[in-house]
């Protein structure tokens, strides 16, 4: 059995899962508090989503700086966690995966149980991160190795237990739809992790590139598309954020893109554009452009070599699977002596 915690904000987190859950020989069981979702194989528990310290009760969220959230005597969090206990000590996992929370992998290692964290571009040399990193037995980086030192602040630290399995969706195995690209037509990809993004802005940069067709597949407009595949595939130039999950399903369809970050802690999306754009797989920008400057992006944007193979091998999700049934596989249960109290 293998735990797979699911980060709740955004759908990139629990993207990530069920591609590599459907890729896992063993059962995998669900832990978030997000509602379980369509198509999931395995069990699922839906975890308490109440938290306390966020209507101002509770205090010292981060423990003097050491982790993320965990606000005093926060009935949520409790409840929470010891929802993932009680399962941990009934179903005994050989592996707990983190998509990802420094807290659920310190509470599953300190029951004895292997984590493997998902990673995340950025800055993440705090000591949350290092803490989490540190008790990990396996960090899974959704890139490829030649761009992770580029990519993550610190990476060669963690290089001795860090798989680069590169980009993954759920698209990657889907054969790219018939139709030619659409000439002038230009997708906007837009997540539901928060954006400031606003609808008026789409109409002033639609306004500024004439030429071109734009279309809004996000929730800025309100019409969300929960299957983008073919709009995707016959786009002339898809405009993004930069999450990892939303890059992963551009380059499954090979077009090419105006990356746009949406902040993000730990400068996240803002150091994934910056990457994508120095090595010429995107087009990035540190903010949404002003109006006139989309008929120049948008030109440099269709001129770009497809270059998404160096980001996304077409099979991360297994590559990711059979590293965490390695680790399965290699700690299997040993018997030891209790050591001496110090």
Not at 57 to 69: I, V
Not at 195 to 204: A, G, I, M, N
Request: aromatic share 6%.
């Amino acid at each position: 059995m293998i735990g797979y915690y699911v980060h709740h904000v955004g759908l990139g987190h629990l993207q990530q899962a069920r591609c590599i859950a459907a890729r896992l020989n063993d059962d995998v069981t669900g832990l978030s508090s997000l509602p379980r979702p369509a198509g999931w194989l395995g069990d699922w528990i839906q975890l308490c989503a109440e938290d306390a310290g966020e209507s101002g009760r509770g205090g010292d969220p981060t423990a003097g700086g050491q982790l993320h959230w965990a606000p005093l005597r926060d009935g949520g969090l409790r409840t929470r966690m010891g929802e993932i206990a009680a399962w941990v000590v009934r179903y005994d996992p050989s592996v707990l995966v983190a998509d990802v929370s420094v807290e659920v992998t310190a509470l599953a290692r300190l029951m004895g149980v292997p984590v493997a964290c998902m990673m995340l571009p950025g800055a993440r040399n705090d000591a949350a991160h290092r803490l989490g990193w540190s008790l990990a037995d396996l960090l899974l980086a959704p890139w490829p190795d030649t761009l992770s030192t580029q990519l993550l602040t610190g990476a060669q630290e963690w290089a001795t237990k860090t798989r680069h399995v590169g980009a993954f969706s759920r698209f990657d195995e889907r054969q790219r739809v018939a139709r030619p690209v659409e000439a002038r037509t230009v997708v906007v990809l837009q997540g539901r992790g928060g954006s400031s993004l606003r609808e008026r802005d789409l109409h002033e940069a639609a306004a500024a590139a004439p030429c071109w067709r734009w279309s809004d597949l996000g929730s800025t407009s309100g019409r969300w598309v929960d299957d983008p595949w073919p709009t995707l595939c016959t786009a002339e130039v898809v405009v993004t954020h930069g999450g990892l999950n939303a890059l992963a399903e551009v380059a499954a369809a090979g077009r090419p893109a105006v990356v746009v970050p949406a902040p993000r802690p730990h400068r996240e999306q803002v150091t994934t554009a910056r990457v994508l754009g120095s090595n010429k797989i995107a087009i990035a920008v540190p903010r949404w452009p002003d109006p006139g400057e989309w008929p120049a992006l948008l030109g440099a944007a269709s001129r770009l070599e497809d270059r998404w193979p160096s980001w996304s091998f077409g099979d991360g999700a297994r590559r990711a699977a059979a590293a965490i049934e390695s680790l399965a596989a290699r700690t299997e249960r040993t018997y030891l002596p209790c050591a001496s109290p110090s």
